[in-house]
């Protein structure tokens, strides 16, 4: 019984236990580099070999998932030392388990012998998976240590472009013909030691491979033997083509409460399937990585990675947003003349600026939600424009009209306040046109408006926000 | 058959079909009214009631969650005159589909009676997941009709807090004893018509209901009949209490694979269980609203609520934003007269802070995903301090730089270039350090980093910018 708390406070019990091992073994290198003792005898210290056999020892015991968690919460060092330590056959499994970042600096660590080794241990989908970081040579090698059949499937599913349903299936399909009984399904499926996981239907085909429905396993228990597979089998099915758009398939998964679902090609062939676990992990790694590129990280970051791949990682994101602030700085610079006349306007601009990039997020957030969820149509594109275009006004009069009280509480000048609240208001207004408009053009020409709007968006109010601002006070103040 | 490609388009094509419908219903309502003729006598003209039968077809043909989705993307009106159409033996699993906002708009158009009658369809797990929606007196009512059996499960599953796995789990747990044969099990298992969705194991239980371990169903299928559950059955299970937090139980679904896993209380008897379906939807949910809470949206929008729910739903945000701009203005404010000497100070500042902001949501983006999947401990937080100040240094000193040399061409002024570099430098720096602190001091005094820390990092380096900005160049230019 593994108790789902207890699971989880054990293994963060396990991987401070690795940590406090490993700080011993660093000890003893330090010591040898010191101390400039022969490495070799070291290691035949008792204590040291003692040390090493426990660590193996926890890492033998552990789920490939969990050896995985704790790789990843090491730094680079302590990583490899404890990845020379894991069984070589439960190298595949640990190399799929981790996040590609650190499935990296574990495949630099290891020769060709090592990764075919760990590679003949996979299924041919798994390979699939591993092979694009795979070095050349390795996945040249693996490709002739293949049968012809093997072969043929990784490449076509290597052929699959990331995102598609044809890079996520695999290829544990159990199929039956329909005109067979139950009693002869069942038999067959006897034959087969075990089942695939996550095997909740069998798929019936014709004589060309052809998909004529499926079979649930529950349908064959609690039905009598002696029915034929067509009396019983689903035959309105949910079927999904190699290259489906993954997000679509993981929303049919969601929205039809589905386990597993065959894959087939133009001809109704059935070519694999794609289970629930894949779809799970896709919508995880999905949301990860909108997190990620919404903060312009352009790829998931090894925690432990250096200072100088943070650095390329980041900077594409930072040079965008510096060009977009030179541009506000230089509309500002257009206006010098009058803020150096009346300086209360430097103190104030920041707060147009700002307050139209929040409330423009907001409705980006909307209707990018929208979006995605397929509710906007072009019937309700103009119904949405004017509510945003509502809720701004509101937004402005309210948050204008107070912070032209407080600029008149500060300054003690009606006409910079009534500017400030035109102002804020214009820029709100800005904002949401901005905000609507923005992501809809960006989904038009086929670009992912999650990842570039905020930018945008945020240029836009920025840069507007001081113009309008400063243009007004230009010329009611001046 | 239903192609998943093909299915989307359908559905996006049968959203047309129904706005058109609509459309040409408006028109004759636009008619009833204008021309003030009785109502009653057109609704039975034959063109108006053909064009309802019609969309009452469309609607019963289609799965709840597709009619949930059509619903969704229509306005208000649209909306409840649809819902009138709708099957009532159907109502109560479109309402399980649709989002909270939507449902609420429907539930608020249905009478008592409706309700009542909605909900006897549903099983005790759906009713819970309703209930909190339903009026006080419809729920009341319901309680009243349930046997005490089920109002017993209704009221423990309501008295489970959202986000927890008692919030999550349904009743639809089959049970054998594990001293039986496999062949007894299965004629039991025939004798139930089917078996509940997503039954991919059986719980086996002793007297007392205590969990003794699962049966996955394919094991039943390709064993010999006549060994014991206890021979074959899986001792090891992960399993849940209903009070486990549902993130970690969906971690485990993902860690582990999991298509069903029993439920427990703290004697180890099993209460429920919980399935993939749900915890998927529960992902989903929890990615969307965490997007929605980075932009400040309080809760979902519906797509179509009134411009004053909207600004309700936004207004928190922008107030808390308003307060930090004024902050950063009233920094500003207190080297007015520092501006008034030099006024490119106030051109330049908005790129000082703008960059920080960037940058310190980048490192806090970072921490949050490394909280969020375990990877920070006690042992590595030093480390990573050093990093993002080390990524900070040398990104304050490369566009830093480039800025210090785009200073120089406009203003040719070196010493207000090497303000530039120095103080892009010092806020990044500030940014790198506020960003790994703030994220882990709010995940210390328990509440979600990845909620607030935006906000707070966009305050303080904002603030200091302009503070480090103007303070140096005061010092050092005037």
């Not at 040291?48 to 998932?65: G, T, V, Y």
């Not at 990585?289 to 650095?311: C, Q």
């Not at 107070?402 to 804020?424: E, K, N, W």
């Not at 945020?458 to 926000?465: L, N, Q």
Request: aromatic residues 6%.
């Amino acid at each position: 019984m593994a108790d789902i708390q207890e699971s989880k406070d054990r293994l963060s019990e396990t991987l401070d236990q690795v940590v406090s091992l490993l700080k011993k073994h660093q000890l003893v290198e330090n010591l040898v580099h010191k101390q400039e003792m022969l490495k070799h005898d070291l290691i035949e210290t008792i204590v040291h070999r003692q040390n090493k056999i426990e660590l193996q020892n926890i890492l033998n015991a552990l789920h490939p998932a969990d050896v995985a968690h704790i790789l990843e919460a090491l730094p680079l060092d302590d990583r490899l030392y404890l990845w020379d330590l894991v069984k070589v056959d439960r190298d595949g499994d640990i190399l799929l388990e981790v996040s590609d970042a650190v499935r990296q600096t574990l495949i630099a660590d290891m020769d060709s012998e090592e990764l075919l080794a760990a590679a003949e241990k996979l299924g041919t989908d798994e390979l699939a998976d591993l092979a694009p970081d795979l070095p050349k040579d390795v996945l040249q090698d693996l490709m002739e240590s293949l049968d012809a059949f093997n072969r043929e499937r990784l490449q076509s599913a290597l052929s699959y472009p990331e995102h598609t349903v044809g890079a996520l299936m695999d290829f544990d399909i159990v199929t039956v013909r329909e005109d067979i009984t139950l009693e002869v399904a069942l038999r067959y499926l006897r034959r087969l030691d075990e089942l695939p996981d996550h095997t909740d239907k069998i798929f019936v085909i014709d004589r060309h491979d052809n998909i004529k429905g499926v079979l649930p396993i529950t349908t064959i228990l609690v039905n009598d033997l002696d029915v034929t597979v067509q009396d019983v089998m689903a035959a309105d099915v949910v079927l999904f083509h190699p290259e489906d758009v993954a997000d679509d398939a993981a929303k049919a998964f969601e929205r039809y409460d589905l386990v597993s679902a065959p894959v087939v090609d133009k001809n109704n062939k059935l070519v694999g399937r794609l289970t629930v676990d894949e779809v799970m992990d896709y919508i995880r790694e999905e949301s990860d990585a909108d997190r990620l590129s919404m903060a312009g990280l352009r790829e998931e970051e090894d925690f432990f990675s250096s200072v100088w791949a943070s650095v390329q990682n980041r900077w594409a994101w930072l040079a965008i947003n510096l060009v977009t602030a030179l541009i506000a700085s230089r509309v500002i610079g257009l206006f010098e003349n009058s803020i150096g006349k009346v300086v209360a306007l430097a103190a104030l601009m920041p707060i147009v600026a700002g307050i139209g990039g929040n409330s423009g997020n907001q409705t980006t957030t909307m209707i990018v939600r929208g979006l995605a969820l397929g509710q906007i149509s072009g019937s309700n594109m103009r119904s949405q424009v004017t509510k945003e275009l509502g809720v701004a006004l509101v937004n402005g009069l309210i948050w204008g009209g107070v912070l032209g009280c407080v600029t008149y509480a500060l300054y003690a000048d009606y006409r910079l306040s009534l500017v400030m609240t035109a102002a804020i208001t214009l820029n709100l207004l800005l904002a949401a046109l901005m905000g609507v408009v923005i992501p809809l053009v960006m989904n038009k020409f086929g670009r992912d408006p999650a990842v570039g709007s905020s930018v945008l968006i945020t240029a836009m109010t920025d840069s507007g926000g001081f113009f309008i601002f400063l243009g007004l006070a230009t010329i009611f103040l001046l």
